[in-house]
């Protein structure tokens, strides 16, 4: 059905393909990226190429529902728009997507999303970019997928070729603007919380999903070896798990720090972490923007590959199945391997 919508609208919006393609004056830009958090902050190289090569231009992005919270932590943008369900909702977001009168639009997304072609057919761009799927149609310049596995970062720079705007992967690093209340607030709570200068281990408990969840007694392992070291550590979650982070922090016999239900707290605090361990969410490259060093569960192989954590040292941890199958053993080790190549000697790391 997807599909077919897609065909359907892009019989309207057929392009005469262009590449390069060359545009007079860039003054309005949208991006469209309405999948998840970790989606979004990940493809912030791509907004930062842009500003720099349209530094006067206004950029505007489109998010989803789910991925809405992370439109305050966008950097290099000047104005977030929402693609809510509902059709007159969505006809809302078309009438000003459409008064915007954007010289160039880029569907971000490298999988179909009828909600982010539509979004991009409509703005009524002089360009338009996308990936090669069911609605290349939608675009001037559908950008071909790689022919094997490739981290997402460098995926997305594909999307500036057409542009003939080129970046080198080790130039593109994501980030995140933080608010500065935001870290008042964080720092205010850690003055209060933290008794020593030893290194801070933070420890995220939370998934976007159940199957996401390590396990207690995986958790109260891994936080009662870490500190066997001379590091402090915290265990975080997101406020719906905020029952299990009592439990795990009881039993490991360390301190929790209370949830934070707004993102840009939750993103403030990782950055007052020397090193993070989470499971493949999107703090994971929230840490990552953040510049810190992330041991990351996964119970996929392959988004060793593709999702990562981005430009800065890391260690991902699989196991045989889904992430509660991953070993303690593996875990500390891992935890133990990065520790001791990023912090410092007095961690007491061997």
């Not at 077919?4 to 991006?31: E, K």
């Not at 008042?184 to 290194?199: F, G, H, I, K, M």
């Amino acid at each position: 059905m997807r599909r077919f919508a897609q065909r359907a609208v892009g019989s309207l919006f057929r392009l005469r393909r262009a590449a390069p393609f060359q545009i007079r004056q860039v003054n309005r830009i949208l991006l469209v990226r309405t999948d998840k958090i970790g989606d979004a902050i990940v493809s912030t190289p791509v907004l930062q190429a842009l500003r720099q090569r349209y530094p006067d231009a206004r950029i505007d992005v489109v998010l989803g529902r789910r991925n809405r919270a992370a439109g305050s932590l966008l950097p290099f943008k000047d104005r977030i728009l929402v693609a809510e369900r509902g059709a007159m909702k969505m006809l809302s977001l078309i009438r000003k997507l459409r008064a915007e009168r954007y010289d160039l639009a880029i569907d971000m997304l490298p999988s179909d999303s009828v909600t982010a072609a539509i979004a991009t057919a409509v703005s009524g761009a002089a360009m338009k970019i996308g990936f090669e799927d069911s609605a290349s149609a939608f675009y001037n310049a559908a950008v071909p997928h790689p022919a094997g596995l490739e981290h997402h970062v460098p995926r997305l720079l594909r999307l500036l070729t057409p542009l003939g705007v080129v970046v080198t992967p080790d130039q593109a690093l994501p980030s995140i603007a933080l608010p500065a209340s935001s870290c008042e607030t964080v720092r205010a709570l850690l003055a209060e919380w933290r008794v020593s200068q030893a290194p801070f281990i933070l420890i995220n408990i939370s998934g976007s999903s159940p199957r996401k969840f390590w396990g207690v007694q995986n958790f109260v392992a891994l936080a009662r070896g870490l500190a066997r070291l001379n590091v402090e550590i915290g265990l975080l979650s997101a406020p719906a798990d905020g029952g299990l982070l009592q439990q795990i922090a009881a039993e490991a016999g360390v301190r929790s720090i209370p949830p934070m239900p707004r993102l840009e707290d939750f993103s403030a605090l990782l950055s007052f972490a020397d090193l993070v361990v989470s499971p493949d969410t999107s703090i994971v490259h929230i840490a990552a923007a953040l510049g810190k060093p992330v041991v990351t569960l996964t119970g996929q192989g392959d988004l060793a590959t593709e999702w990562a954590p981005w430009g800065v040292p890391y260690r991902v941890v699989t196991g045989p199945g889904l992430i509660p199958d991953i070993p303690v053993a593996e875990a500390l080790e891992a935890v133990r391997s990065l520790a001791k190549e990023v912090l410092p000697v007095e961690a007491g790391v061997t």
